[in-house]
């Protein structure tokens, strides 16, 4: 049996990994976005965000002052758990106080807060049941400024691939430098409507560098980063060339008579920490190969 105690210490690690040091795929994208850039002042932002991450890094302070909401993906695998879901939001909660992160989760309309990052349904939890010996927990941070852009529409069947690209595209001129870009965009098609935004929001766990084994999203996927990038959003949204980082599609199947669309928006700051945990006691870090 996998005991809470050990759920919870990883739980805790991996969002101070999380929150502090931004996965390789994507420090990597942003370096290559600041070399490829042309416009002096989209320049400047990137230089001023790749320097953010590095000294994150180095006074170990979490990289943005928004440490976002807690979405966590569990693969439990074909193992015991001892308490999981108390055990992460026992992990929650410490880890707001001791690395520390803002207490973000508040009541929708008495807007009070907990000051615990816990609350209904929050953190949430997306459980997939696996024959793995072992149980695999990702944690997402999620911040406010991307989320506000996110998007859904209920497409008529008839507007096809070229409805999409119309959505995302409309969706992101609209969104302009809120969203604190360069961004990736998570984006979830077919489903249902809710299925549509669960798949959006796990498109954003695949690496920048994980090309769609489908060939023609894979196409999808190019066409859209491409489009946006010639808008001259930029970073920040002040011009230039980098507005996106990666798009990532996901689909479902769905109803005959519906294409739901979903966008979910990611802003620079990707933040995304993984690891498995073995019966034995090892948790083998896969997102931060440096952890201890």
């Not at 969706?171 to 604190?180: D, I, L, Q, W």
Request: charged share 20%; glycine share 8%.
């Amino acid at each position: 049996m996998i005991r809470g105690s050990l759920i919870k210490s990883t739980a805790i690690e991996l969002l101070r990994l999380a929150s502090i040091f931004l996965p390789n795929d994507v420090k990597e994208s942003l370096k290559s976005a600041y070399n490829a850039e042309r416009d002096e002042v989209a320049r400047m932002q990137l230089k001023a965000i790749l320097d953010n991450i590095s000294l994150a890094e180095e006074k170990n302070i979490p990289m943005c002052q928004d440490t976002g909401l807690h979405v966590f993906y569990a693969d439990l695998g074909s193992v015991q758990v001892e308490d999981f879901e108390d055990s992460i939001n026992e992990a929650v909660s410490e880890a707001t106080k001791t690395i520390p992160l803002r207490p973000n989760a508040v009541h929708p309309f008495s807007r009070k807060n907990s000051g615990t990052n816990i609350g209904q349904h929050v953190p949430y939890i997306n459980y997939k049941i696996s024959d793995q010996p072992f149980v695999e927990i990702t944690v997402m941070p999620k911040g406010a400024g991307s989320e506000n852009m996110s998007s859904l529409a209920m497409l008529t069947p008839t507007q096809g691939i070229r409805g999409v690209k119309e959505f995302i595209l409309n969706c992101v001129m609209k969104a302009g430098g809120n969203p604190c870009p360069p961004n990736i965009l998570g984006i979830g098609v077919g489903g249902s409507s809710d299925i549509a935004m669960k798949i959006a929001k796990e498109a954003l766990l695949r690496p920048l560098n994980d090309r769609n084994s489908d060939p023609e999203i894979a196409e999808l996927e190019t066409d859209i980063l491409e489009a946006v990038n010639k808008l001259g959003i930029g970073p920040m949204g002040l011009g230039g060339d980098s507005t996106l980082l990666g798009v990532k599609v996901e689909l479902a199947h769905c109803h005959t008579a519906t294409l739901p669309v979903a966008l979910n928006y990611q802003c620079w700051a990707a933040r995304r920490a993984s690891a498995r945990i073995y019966e034995s006691g090892n948790v083998d870090f896969l997102s931060h190969k440096f952890s201890k």
